[in-house]
């Protein structure tokens, strides 16, 4: 079975600073991983997602995510936030099966500060 | 393009009244569909998913039971709740094959 493990609870941080979220899996095969954003009191959205190619995948607004097999992470990273990045983020790893079962992190809370 | 309901949007049912939240996807045939439950705080549990109609597997052991009469629809279901059953309930679908998932507004149940 697979499992993700989201290091970080909170991250704040101030508009236009740069910003990290972690994420690790651990899966004896090959996974499929997302980040998923959740603003308050909706349901979640795709944000990006790694399936195959390029291990570098970027969303439309400006986040980006790297996929590396040997450290089996797929950290979420932001050049410059803005206010309207206040969400929570979850990471998601999936293996190629049928059923399309997604396994969530608990998910990290990003709160940007002006 | 795709879309999927869930209704109620906000619910307060009492200890031990039954419950019935609902989720209907648009747009899309053979879905792959799924109930999650996410606690306070806390991330995402998947209670309920199904690759057809009246095929429903369970991920984890509870008093909520689900069912799906029709391809598009998915119902979660129970018969007493408890003051655990409160959370905010998310239903999400995937097209066969495919990993992406799509969510539902949700429904927020608060049991008192």
């Known amino acids: 079975a697979q499992s993700v493990t989201q290091l970080d609870s909170q991250v704040p941080v101030f508009e236009e600073a740069p910003v990290e979220l972690r994420c690790n899996y651990s899966?004896?095969?090959?996974?499929?991983l997302f980040w998923y954003v959740q603003y308050p009191n909706q349901g979640l959205q795709l944000l990006l997602k790694?399936?195959?190619?390029?291990?570098l995948v970027e969303s439309i607004n400006g986040f980006e995510a790297e996929f590396n097999k040997s450290q089996t992470s797929f950290h979420l990273r932001k050049p410059s936030v803005h206010i309207s990045d206040t969400a929570e983020y979850f990471c998601?790893?999936?293996?190629?099966?049928?059923?399309?079962?997604?396994?969530f992190g608990d998910g990290t809370t990003l709160t940007v500060k002006p | 393009s795709q879309t999927i309901h869930q209704w109620p949007a906000t619910l307060v049912q009492p200890v031990g009244s039954p419950l019935s939240l609902e989720c209907t996807v648009e747009?899309?045939?053979?879905?792959?569909l799924y109930w999650y439950r996410q606690a306070a705080g806390r991330g995402l549990q998947l209670l309920f998913y199904?690759?057809?109609?009246?095929?429903i597997s369970s991920e984890v052991p509870q008093n909520l039971s689900a069912s799906r009469p029709q391809d598009r629809q998915f119902i979660l279901s129970s018969k007493k709740l408890l003051l655990s059953d409160s959370g905010f309930y998310l239903c999400?679908?995937?097209?066969?094959?495919?990993?992406?998932?799509?969510f539902g507004p949700g429904t927020r149940l608060l049991v008192l």
């Open positions: 999400a679908w995937s097209v066969r094959e495919q990993e992406t998932q799509y």
């Open positions: 899966s004896s095969v090959s996974v499929y």
């Open positions: 790694y399936l195959s190619g390029s291990t």
């Open positions: 998601a790893v999936s293996v190629n099966t049928n059923a399309g079962k997604s396994t």
């Open positions: 747009g899309t045939s053979n879905p792959n």
């Open positions: 199904s690759v057809g109609i009246g095929q």
